[in-house]
């Protein structure tokens, strides 16, 4: 008897497209021998539709033109077995639409919502991180008041408004400027020099009042994946090559140049380390 697999795509987040190319590669390799695939997008305005997961081209903008609205999307959950959220960004990893699958108690691909709250958002990881003594990049947490004005706030929650000079004496440049629950490096800019800081500042603030700062520094960035629980999986680790300052969303998504290097090209101790 197959599985009924709920796949969720689209969203309200800045990483909308992505989400619907992630998606595609999903759909792509998914066993229909063993799944009773439901495919549902999710519109920028949170409106759920279902789709034909046969027909639709998710990287057209059409892509919405033949669904039909879910009338009931707490009878929709409660009809399935489990679900596959390929979403990104705010409201897909953030823990919101994880707590959603909780309360109607339906299984669901990836972490639960504390480590996905907390994980999505980089001061917060940065925080737990420099508990247990990861070793990081300095940095500077901004935010933006509900004034408009921007501020940095410090480890004691002062705020203090000369953010240029401190920023610069703290991190110098170039520093990178992040918003901090925006993934893909939507809202992220490099800024190589302190007439620059504000605007990008104020960028970055567009898509999280919250924004990390932190300093430039000449390295090789690697990613590994982890999968499990209890018997955690843990991939080999993957060297990124991006072409261009650094790996930016077009980097990521659209420039063919970028590479990524599997195993990476470092020796085996920074490999298990």
């Given amino acids: 008897m197959k599985q009924k697999l709920l796949v969720l ?36 305005d949170g409106g759920w539709h279902y789709l034909d997961a046969k027909q639709t081209d998710l990287a057209k903008n059409t892509w919405l033109d033949n669904s039909s609205m879910v009338e009931d999307v707490y009878g929709l959950l409660k009809n399935q077995d489990v679900a596959f959220p390929v979403l990104h960004g705010m409201y897909g990893e953030d823990g919101t639409i994880q707590g959603l699958f909780e309360l109607a108690k339906l299984p669901y691909v990836g972490c639960r919502v504390m480590g996905s709250s907390v994980a999505m958002d980089k001061i917060y990881t940065k925080k737990i991180l420099d508990t247990v003594g990861v070793p990081q990049v300095k940095s500077v947490y901004v935010k933006k008041r509900y004034d408009e004005k921007l501020v940095v706030v410090t480890n004691t929650f002062d705020e203090i408004e000369e953010i240029e000079d401190y920023i610069v004496r703290e991190l110098g440049m170039p520093c990178f400027i992040k918003a901090s629950r925006s ?54 680790v993957g060297q990124i090559m991006p072409h261009g300052e650094f790996y930016t969303f077009e980097s990521k998504y659209e420039d063919e140049e970028s590479k990524t290097c599997i195993p990476a090209l470092v020796d085996e101790q920074i490999q298990e380390q």
């Fill in 9 to 44: 795509c689209g969203g309200q987040s800045s990483e909308h497209i992505v989400s619907r190319m992630s998606c595609t590669s999903v759909l792509n390799n998914l066993d229909a021998n063993k799944y009773e695939i439901t495919l549902v997008g999710i519109d920028l």
């Fill in 183 to 236: 993934g893909s490096s939507v809202g992220c800019y490099r800024c190589d020099n302190q007439t620059e800081l504000i605007g990008k500042l104020s960028e970055a603030a567009k898509y999280d009042r919250h924004v990390v700062v932190e300093e430039c520094i000449d390295c090789i960035e690697l990613e590994t994946a982890v999968l499990g629980n209890d018997d955690v999986i843990v991939s080999r």
